[in-house]
């Protein structure tokens, strides 16, 4: 018999989805409340060259870091699987990047389109209201590509900027 006190798969789901909200804003401080003390984020394959967890606060850095050349970066979710036995919810999930325009270094709107396709595994706590743990898997052809571009994107913000301070 399952116990009274493990968290719905309502509060569950609700929770990951809570979660993805995060990236539509890239503001850290969105899912930040949602997120355990010891919140930990893993990337894989391995062949991506992702490796270490990140803490919460190295995570928020991540995030405000590519804030720097991504005005948006929303996940759509396309199926979840949720796990109550387990407090964890794995979602398959599917992006699209949207990048500053003055960071873009041409006008090729369909170049600057980036669609990664994602499997999230979330642990959440004994409440089902905080994420500990994600295990992020990465569409790998994808993200190749949007390093080149968010490559290019920082490159420009550079440029940008130090037009700025020099004028």
Known sequence: ???????TSDTLLSTATAYFQVFTTMDPDV????????????????SLNMSGT????????HLKHLAGVLESFPVSIKQTWVNP?????????????????????????????????YIFILDM????????????????KA???????????????EEVESKRVSS
Do not use: C
């Open 125 to 140: 706590d004994e409440t089902g209201q905080k994420v500990k743990h994600v295990f992020e898997f990465l569409d790998s």
């Open 85 to 117: 036995s387990l407090n964890q919810v794995t979602v398959w999930a599917v992006s699209e990047t949207k990048f500053h325009e003055h960071v873009k270094d041409n006008d090729d709107e369909e170049e600057w389109k980036f669609h990664g396709e």
């Open 143 to 157: 993200t190749e590509n949007l390093r080149l571009l968010a490559a290019r994107a920082f490159k420009k913000k």
């Open 54 to 61: 990140r803490t919460k606060e190295t995570f928020a850095s």
């Open 31 to 46: 899912i930040s409340h949602i997120q355990s003390d010891d919140y930990t984020h893993e990337f894989a394959p391995a």
């Open 1 to 7: 018999m399952a116990s009274s006190n493990k968290p």
